[in-house]
């Protein structure tokens, strides 16, 4: 069965003004459609046909780095929409601790996780990961994804220009800024860290 393009978890307004309603028209209708596209266009009549993206992206690592590139940005994609929220959430229980034990606060979070996206250089990710109970932001590079790693990833912001030229120019912090103080969807992260493995892109 084909992969299709999940639907956005909320309104093309929701987001402003950090993510515009015309960049997820064209991030998500334009950018993540075609990764979609052409992923169910490179498993077709192959064995990775009715295969999940996570093992799809895991086999082809390495060896088939246009499959890996359009199923790992299509995976990425997914999870970039659920790790943002319409409304401002702030996290609790065994999250907000690890949080505190990790970075301090969830303030110095922030301000660590804004400089790591501002510092990365041209295309790619920052994340936030969980690996043996301890959380750390990580940075993948163009359409790498740590789908398929050891560290468990629980939110992601994409720091590619077309995440953000079309609201911010070339401001990337101010893009990063907004994000990171209104829209975290700390519920989601909360979700991927109880579960310990990558989160699964519907269908």
Request: hydrophobic share 35%.
């Amino acid at each position: 069965m084909a992969f299709e393009l999940m639907p956005l978890p909320y309104d093309r307004e929701a987001l402003a003004p950090a993510v515009s309603p015309e960049t997820l028209d064209y991030h998500h209708g334009k950018h993540h459609k075609a990764y979609i596209d052409n992923t169910n266009k490179l498993i077709q009549g192959t064995d990775n046909e009715g295969a999940d993206l996570v093992t799809i992206i895991r086999k082809a690592r390495g060896s088939q780095q246009g499959l890996f590139n359009n199923a790992g940005q299509s995976w990425n994609h997914g999870f970039y929409w659920m790790s943002m929220s319409p409304e401002k959430k702030q996290p609790s229980g065994d999250l907000a601790q690890k949080i505190e034990q990790a970075f301090g606060s969830l303030e110095d979070f922030k301000t660590k996780f804004a400089e790591r996206g501002v510092g990365h250089f041209a295309s790619g990710w920052v994340w936030l990961a969980e690996k043996n109970g301890q959380l750390s932001i990580e940075e993948t590079h163009d359409g790498d994804t740590l789908a398929d790693q050891d560290s468990n990833p629980l939110l992601t912001l994409d720091v590619w220009e077309h995440a953000y030229y079309l609201g911010h120019q070339n401001l990337r912090a101010q893009y990063l800024k907004q994000t990171i103080e209104n829209h975290l969807n700390w519920d989601f992260a909360a979700e991927n860290l109880q579960r310990g493995s990558a989160w699964q892109y519907p269908g």
